[in-house]
């Protein structure tokens, strides 16, 4: 059995915060996210009050009032636009995080499928990620994906699916919180 998917949180620093490896085969991003054990956590905070805590993905996910997407088919120039932008450079971070897991470990890479049990695989992908913390951690050197490149907006029209619906009672205020950021770029 493969383990391709798994769902990544990390910090500015590229410390992995939450790590999810129990999806054995492919599956959507969405999929995961919606039964994750962090989602149900985020959801909880936010309905104890907590509205100041965000969590940054791409257009595969649902825009709810604690994760935040990007626009899809914003307008050149528009705030929706900008939003997008300072949204993929802050999402750099995740990038460059894998990147740089996947150079450490390479038994992490997509071309190198782990071809074991799920619950074996998925023990691999958690041991790569704490080992990965370790050497973030004693700011070991051997990082050689870490990409200057300014990132680039994309074009999220391709992500869209029917697991990335958000929950309809948290998409008003999700949009809500997106635009009162997107304002504050301005």
């Known amino acids: 059995m493969l383990i391709k998917v798994y769902l990544q949180v990390c910090?500015?620093?590229?410390?992995?915060?939450?790590?999810?490896?129990?999806?054995?085969?492919?599956?959507?991003?969405?999929?995961?996210?919606?039964?994750?054990?962090?989602?149900?956590?985020?959801?909880?905070?936010?309905?104890?009050?907590?509205?100041n805590v965000w969590l940054l993905s791409d257009a595969g996910y649902p825009?709810?009032?604690?994760?935040?997407?990007?626009?899809?088919?914003?307008?050149?120039?528009?705030?929706?636009?900008?939003?997008?932008?300072?949204h993929a450079r802050a999402r750099n971070v995740v990038e460059r995080t894998n990147g740089v897991?996947?150079?450490r470990w390479?038994?992490?890479?997509?071309?190198r499928e782990l071809h074991y049990a799920p619950k074996k695989a998925a023990k691999?992908?958690?041991?790569?990620?704490?080992?990965?913390?370790?050497?973030?951690?004693?700011?070991?050197?051997?990082?050689?994906?870490?990409?200057?490149?300014?990132?680039?907006?994309?074009?999220?029209?391709?992500l869209q699916s029917e697991e990335s619906e958000p929950n309809s009672s948290y998409l008003n205020e999700a949009k809500r919180i997106r635009a009162n950021i997107g304002n504050s770029l301005l």
Not at 73 to 84: L, Q, V
Request: proline letters at 6%; a negative charge; charged letters at 25%.
């Open 124 to 158: 691999i992908i958690n041991v790569c990620c704490a080992l990965h913390n370790i050497c973030i951690s004693y700011r070991c050197d051997d990082t050689p994906f870490i990409s200057n490149a300014p990132p680039q907006p994309e074009n999220f029209e391709h």
């Open 11 to 51: 910090d500015d620093k590229m410390t992995i915060r939450y790590v999810d490896a129990t999806h054995p085969e492919a599956c959507h991003d969405s999929l995961i996210w919606n039964t994750s054990q962090l989602r149900v956590s985020m959801e909880e905070d936010y309905l104890r009050g907590t509205r």
């Open 101 to 103: 897991l996947k150079n």
């Open 63 to 86: 825009l709810e009032p604690w994760l935040l997407t990007p626009h899809r088919s914003a307008g050149e120039g528009s705030t929706e636009s900008k939003f997008n932008e300072v």
């Open 106 to 111: 390479r038994c992490v890479l997509g071309a």
